[in-house]
């Protein structure tokens, strides 16, 4: 069975730099959601989608922003990379109806140095 | 707002020994339930859920939690466990469905389960 997809696995950035992770949600599903889990930290939910507007948002930083596009997939992009935003990052995806649970992807493993 | 507490950091067991991961959510409104599994390096994997019916809830490889609303509590459990089982366990809690949307999953801070020989 087709799951979510996140692209990179591996990213490496340095300081200041920009980053840009990808999410292809399993098919059918419309509802997009990112984490952030920091390194010996639980899942930390930054933003969510639905219908390619933002329907939740959690502790992202300002100099992150996400969108959905047209083919549901999506994208975070990160600005002004600190050192402390190494961690790594999760995508899930739901359907709307009926929204029983969230699966997730394997997750973008981002390093800044 | 929700908040999940999971007590054990961590928990050493020996193998075919019982277990029980303990997991309190605070919430002022009914809730889903879940417990996802993270092994090493890995993404999240959901293990079982409680949406409504029956409290004790069962995964396909001999895990169980029920949902004790009276203790606000999801504990997990597996009366033998194995090896394979070592990993990081997470319970997480959700709001029910609502119009317009999915809703985020708030996560307790994890128990590393040791399984040792």
């Known amino acids: 069975a087709a799951g979510v997809i996140q692209s990179p696995r591996h990213l490496i950035k340095e300081k200041r730099e920009t980053a840009t992770l990808k999410c292809y949600p399993i098919?059918?599903?419309?509802?997009v959601y990112w984490y952030q889990q920091g390194p010996g930290q639980d899942p930390q939910f930054l933003i969510s989608?639905?219908?390619?507007?933002?329907?939740d948002k959690g502790s992202i930083p300002d100099r992150f922003s996400a969108q959905q596009f047209s083919d549901y997939h999506s994208e975070l992009n990160m600005s002004s990379l600190e050192l402390g935003d190494s961690a790594l990052y999760f995508c899930?995806?739901?359907?709307?109806?009926?929204?029983?649970?969230?699966?997730f992807g394997q997750g973008t493993r981002l390093t800044v140095v | 707002a929700q908040s999940v507490t999971q007590l054990d950091s961590q928990v050493p067991v020996f193998e075919e020994a019982p277990v029980e991961l303990r997991c309190n959510y605070s919430?002022?409104?009914?809730?889903?339930l879940f417990w996802y599994v993270q092994y090493p390096n890995q993404g999240l994997q959901l293990l079982l859920k409680?949406?409504?019916?029956?409290?004790l809830v069962e995964s396909i490889n001999g895990f169980e939690a029920e949902f004790n609303k009276s203790q606000t509590s999801f504990h997990l459990r597996k009366p033998s466990v194995h090896i394979s089982d070592t990993a990081e366990y997470f319970c997480?809690?959700?709001?029910?469905?609502?119009?317009?949307?999915?809703?985020?999953?708030?996560f307790g801070t994890g128990t590393q389960l040791k399984v040792e020989l």
């Open positions: 098919p059918r599903h419309d509802t």
């Open positions: 899930a995806s739901s359907i709307r109806t009926p929204n029983t649970e969230a699966f």
């Open positions: 919430s002022s409104v009914s809730v889903y």
């Open positions: 989608f639905y219908e390619k507007m933002q329907s």
């Open positions: 409680y949406l409504s019916g029956s409290t």
């Open positions: 997480a809690v959700s709001d029910p469905p609502i119009t317009g949307g999915g809703n985020k999953l708030t």
